[in-house]
């Protein structure tokens, strides 16, 4: 039951439970039952190519139904956003129509070949806060939305965080027209799922009502791990670009077109690889803040053994937490792509696909997270995101942070990606007494 100060009765009933609270995670969150539903989600893969759940697919939508029936056990309200995303709603007691909200949550599509924990640890450690505060009857002054954001992974589509760019208002007509090589329109895709084909208009008519936006992930790099760190409290996520590169040549015989009348593609396109590779290097030692860039998609065509490649498409993915990097990166490739297009005699075009500029985590935010993990005696530091997130959509709407917890050896994207159900449980704890803290001071306001 609703009591104005139920953050103090709920403390002084319980004063055993107080000090557990205080100081030890599993009070919160239960690791058997997260290491279970990661198992589960684990489950829904294909069989040949563990473990792959690419969004749309049938795994996908079967994973989707699962979670569905385990936010409705948890007693929440489940439907289908606009935008593809999966929502569970817990209730607050208020009127609906003028409610806060907290959001929390991550998504449970996969790259190809990719981890069981990556987005899946911030669904588990989301739901862990619905099972905790339904198992210690607590009611909040706002409603908490968990969010299974549709496509966070990058796609055929030459997208990625699908849901969160449609529930900030980004997801473009544009966008959802694209055609993939299957023949497949995305907007139709995310229409069979129970979302709209329609582009939004704007972002989502209660982002005013959102107190905040919180995520739990694994870290995919090894500075918690290396320095035996509980949890990360992310500071900012870089800003994304991808670019398609074509490359276009002159098909011919490779064993009747001389070397020096060739027009190789692929020659050409290997040259814009390195170069690539080279400025990267180059922008990130001028530059202490985070700068990567990756060309890791190629397709050649014709493709054949015994033919000179006629034409060559690439994906250029660049990551910065500077703007400035990316920009001088940016010049300095497309000047030398110009001197290798005159010396191999290839045309090299490059459009921008994607964009999303760096995306600042809320120091609000960020200090009561902090605050959280001290009063659980959870070691953290802060960390730059070297990933893209879906909380670069969010935060652009509303008040929005992230916790990392550690991954072994810092591998993700790969099936050897582990996250303890220990790790979870603590950023799962350190989510759930954040939600308290708000609640605290949503009461208080009043």
């Known amino acids: ?88 709603l817990r209730q607050a007691v208020d009127d609906a129509s003028e409610q806060k909200k907290v959001i929390i949550g991550s998504h449970i599509d ?59 208002g980004l997801l473009t007509d544009e966008m959802l027209s694209r055609i993939d090589q299957e023949g497949r329109q995305l907007g139709l895709e995310i229409e069979s799922i129970g979302g709209k084909r329609q582009p939004p208009r704007t972002p989502r008519q209660d982002a005013d009502k959102i107190v905040a936006c919180l995520e739990l992930h694994i870290e995919q790099a090894d500075r918690l791990e290396t320095n035996q760190t509980d949890i990360g409290i992310v500071t900012d996520i870089p800003g994304i670009s991808r670019y398609a590169i074509k490359v276009m040549g002159r098909a011919g015989h490779s064993g009747t077109t001389r070397m020096p009348d060739r027009q190789d593609a692929l020659v050409a396109a290997s040259e814009v690889i390195t ?103 959870l070691s953290h530091i802060d960390l730059s995101s070297g990933a893209g997130h879906d909380m670069v959509h969010l935060s652009r709407i509303a008040p929005a942070a992230m916790v990392f917890i550690p991954c072994k050896d810092g591998l993700s994207h790969c099936p050897e990606e582990l996250a303890t159900p220990e790790a979870i449980a603590k950023g799962s704890a350190v989510l759930a007494r954040t939600i308290l803290a708000l609640a605290s001071d949503e009461l208080n306001k009043g």
């Open 1 to 88: 039951i609703y009591k104005p100060n139920f953050i103090n009765h709920h403390c002084a009933s319980r004063p055993h439970r107080v000090r557990q609270m205080k100081k030890d995670f599993s009070y919160f969150s239960d690791p058997q039952r997260i290491e279970t539903a990661v198992k589960t989600l684990a489950s829904f893969t294909e069989a040949d190519r563990p473990f792959t759940r690419l969004v749309f697919s049938s795994e996908f939508k079967q994973a989707r139904q699962w979670l569905k029936a385990e936010f409705t056990k948890a007693g929440l309200i489940c439907h289908v956003d606009n935008g593809g995303n999966l929502i569970g």
């Open 110 to 168: 996969t790259v190809s070949a990719g981890g069981q924990f990556d987005g899946v640890a911030g669904i588990v450690a989301a739901l862990e806060v619905i099972h905790f505060l339904n198992q210690q009857n607590i009611s909040l002054p706002f409603s908490i939305e968990i969010v299974d954001f549709l496509g966070e992974e990058l796609n055929v589509w030459g997208l990625s965080c699908l849901g969160s760019r449609h529930m900030a």
């Open 275 to 377: 170069t690539a590779q080279d400025t990267g290097i180059a922008i990130a030692e001028q530059d202490n803040k985070h700068f990567v860039a990756t060309i890791g998609r190629i397709d050649v065509y014709p493709n054949g053994a015994a033919t000179v490649p006629g034409e060559v498409n690439m994906v250029l993915d660049l990551r910065a937490s500077h703007e400035h990097s990316r920009d001088e990166f940016l010049k300095q490739l497309q000047t030398k792509c110009m001197l290798i297009s005159k010396n191999r005699s290839c045309k090299i075009e490059m459009e921008l696909i994607s964009n999303a500029s760096v995306a600042v985590m809320d120091n609000d935010l960020r200090q009561r997270l902090s605050h959280a993990a001290k009063s659980l005696n």
